[in-house]
T-cell receptor
């Protein structure tokens, strides 16, 4: 149980275009979703926290107008990279908190974004 | 703020060797501690966790003990296998907030 499905797994886009990444909780309700970015050989950096029906809370240094997060339902959260540039190329991963415990987290399989 | 520091990799071992990956943390209060594993091309999977001091998390032959006095949560396995080759992340969180990760340690096991 507690599966998060993330799509697409890989995407290549041209500079200046926008890309949407979806994360769906398949068998539970994800009240809170976290979005991370992972650079090669580096750790996962938290980008933002989104709660269903509320505006996302962005970490310092993350451009909220560039990385649009929507969490309109308990089973779907999306990250849209707007006007993508090559420096936005990265691995993006979503994570959902399962239930109310402090340690129940599940992760999507990640999206490899390449901007050319 | 809270942070996690883990040993730099890559770690290269022969099959059946003993594994230790060091992890220390800085945090206020009493965080929960985790080890996650990321196999090539896949997302993160929870390997084990400990939620209070002196707790030992274990799974698939891996173990880690929550040491509050040394603020550490070192990952160990007595005999690694080729299939254990992956990237291992130490992480912490508090009160349902987002996980904070270390930089990850790449383990490569050869037969």
């Amino acid at each position: 149980g507690a599966v998060v499905s993330q799509h697409p797994s890989r995407v290549i886009c041209k500079s200046g275009t926008s890309v949407k990444i979806e994360c769906r909780s398949l068998d539970f309700q994800a009240t809170t979703m976290f979005w991370y970015r992972q650079f090669p050989k580096q750790s996962l950096m938290l980008m933002a926290t989104s709660n269903e029906g509320s505006k996302a809370t962005y970490e310092q240094g993350v451009e909220k107008d560039k990385f649009l997060i929507n969490h309109a339902s308990l089973t779907l959260s999306t990250l849209t990279v707007t006007s993508a540039h090559p420096e936005d190329s990265s691995f993006y991963i979503c994570s959902a908190r399962v239930g109310l415990t402090n340690y129940g987290y599940t992760f999507g399989s990640g999206t490899r974004l390449t901007v050319v | 703020g809270d942070s996690v520091t883990q040993m730099e990799g890559p770690v290269t071992l022969s099959e059946e060797a003993f594994l230790t990956i060091n992890c220390t943390y800085t945090a206020t209060g009493y965080p929960s501690l985790f080890w996650y594993v990321q196999y090539p091309g896949e997302g993160l999977q929870l390997l084990l966790k400990a939620t209070k001091a002196d707790d030992k998390g274990s799974n698939k032959g891996f173990e880690a003990t929550y040491r509050k006095e040394t603020t550490s949560f070192h990952l160990e396995k007595g005999s690694v296998q080729v299939s254990d080759s992956a990237v291992y992340f130490c992480a912490l969180n508090q009160a349902g907030t987002a996980l904070i990760f270390g930089k990850g340690t790449t383990l490569s096991v050869s037969s």
